[in-house]
């Protein structure tokens, strides 16, 4: 949902649901698991990831993801 900003109507606020279910993945963060306590990041299921990763990277003519991932915590 987005409402008119009240600082400048001009722009908007978007108001979404957080959920903390399941494992997700994010682009933000920088590998640094600390960030998920400290900040919300957008995210999605491996699966939606993946497809979407694909999808994207054929459309933008890529040889490979330019995905970086991080390594697996312990």
Do not use: Q
Request: hydrophobic share 40%.
């Amino acid at each position: 949902m987005a409402i008119p900003s009240p600082a400048n109507p001009k722009k908007a606020i978007c108001v979404c649901e957080v959920k903390r279910t399941g494992e997700a993945i994010t682009l933000g963060g920088d590998c640094d698991t600390a960030t998920c306590k400290t900040a919300y990041w957008s995210a999605a299921p491996l699966a939606d990831f993946e497809s979407a990763s694909t999808f994207m990277t054929k459309a933008l003519g890529l040889a490979r993801s330019p995905v970086k991932w991080c390594p697996a915590a312990h």
